[in-house]
């Protein structure tokens, strides 16, 4: 993860670069999760309870965790552009 100190150094240009990145990444790591959601209910449907019908679900919480910091990362980023807007 970036410090925000580094955020200080970027241009705005790579900002928003990076933010557009990150709302790219949020449309991935959703279908990745409705993926390995289906791929569990298809493994508990076909095979009953075992490890790989849960595998595919520890899959999908690690992108969750993975995701929330890109949602504290995306936020550091609008701050960061927000306080570099002219006020008036």
């Known amino acids: 993860m ?5 955020l200080t150094d970027l241009s ?10 990150l709302q790219t990444n949020k449309i991935v790591d959703a279908t990745i999760i409705g993926v390995t959601i289906g791929i569990a209910i298809y493994s508990l449907v076909k ?21 929330a910091n890109n949602k504290i990362l995306e936020k550091e980023i609008q701050k960061e552009l927000d306080s570099r807007k002219p006020k008036g």
């Not at 095979?47 to 995701?67: D, K, Q």
């Open 2 to 6: 970036m410090n925000p100190e580094n």
């Open 47 to 67: 095979n009953g309870l075992e490890f790989f019908t849960f595998f595919p679900l520890l899959i999908g919480y690690m992108i969750i965790r993975n995701s």
């Open 12 to 21: 705005d240009q790579t900002l928003l670069k990076k933010m557009k990145n």
